[in-house]
């Protein structure tokens, strides 16, 4: 069965150094894999897509890579801050039957200690 | 409104009892979600909906729970006979044809007594 594992429920890291999550599936072959932001309470909020044929794609201080050999993506928050303490999601797209439907991991709880 | 809307945004009822949830997507997205989040688990994928396609059911976990979506807008899960493994916060997610990435609200707490 598909399976999506997040490297860990909680990272926790000092200001300033760069933070990075860790996403494996198994089971499937997805078409693009996106990452998402939860706060306590709230919805989770988009922040990127990466596709099957991109190794990386950058936005501000964050950082995506997707490695379809390893079926593993990695998500850095460089210069990290107080601010991006939140619960990281990832998503990869379901396969087959052509609809591009979202799986979810659970999440890494990250806290940046000032 | 700019965003997704979802209401209610608490809803506290006991065993037994049905609940409707209702969520208004943002104007234009044609696909339209349902996840279920309990404490401290991560997103559990209910249904989905897509224009005038029939909806992917597969995720609902009983036949006690139903969407529906009328006029290709809002949409509304039901839960009958509510039970209190249903207690969590149901989400509610919208996105556009042109786009992948989807668009939540902020939920809907429902906690069965």
């Known amino acids: 069965s598909q399976k999506i594992e997040q490297n860990s429920e909680a990272l926790n890291i000092q200001e300033g150094k760069t933070a990075t999550l860790t996403c494996n599936y198994t089971?499937?072959?997805?078409?693009?894999l996106q990452w998402y932001r939860q706060d306590p309470g709230r919805g989770p909020v988009f922040l990127l897509l990466i596709r099957e044929n991109e190794k990386e794609k950058r936005k501000e201080r964050l950082k995506v890579t997707f490695d379809t050999t390893l079926k593993q993506s990695l998500f850095h928050i460089t210069a990290s801050q107080p601010a991006d303490s939140a619960t990281y999601l990832c998503a990869p797209s379901r396969a087959g039957a052509g609809s591009y439907q979202l799986t979810f991991g659970k999440g890494t709880k990250l806290s940046v200690i000032p | 409104g700019a965003g997704v809307s979802q209401s209610p945004s608490n809803k506290v009822t006991e065993k037994g009892k049905d609940v409707e949830l209702r969520c208004d997507p943002i104007s234009g997205h044609t696909a339209l979600y349902w996840y279920r989040q309990s404490l401290g688990q991560g997103l559990e994928f209910l249904i989905y909906?897509?224009?005038?396609?029939?909806?992917?059911k597969s995720g609902l976990p009983s036949d006690r729970f139903s969407a529906e979506r009328t006029g290709g807008s809002v949409s509304t899960l039901t839960i009958q006979r509510t039970q209190q493994e249903d207690s969590a916060v149901y989400l509610c997610?919208?996105?556009?044809?042109?786009?992948?990435?989807?668009?939540f609200g902020e939920g809907s707490r429902l906690t069965v007594l």
């Open positions: 997610a919208s996105s556009s044809p042109m786009a992948g990435e989807l668009f």
């Open positions: 089971n499937y072959s997805p078409a693009y």
């Open positions: 909906f897509q224009g005038n396609s029939a909806p992917d």
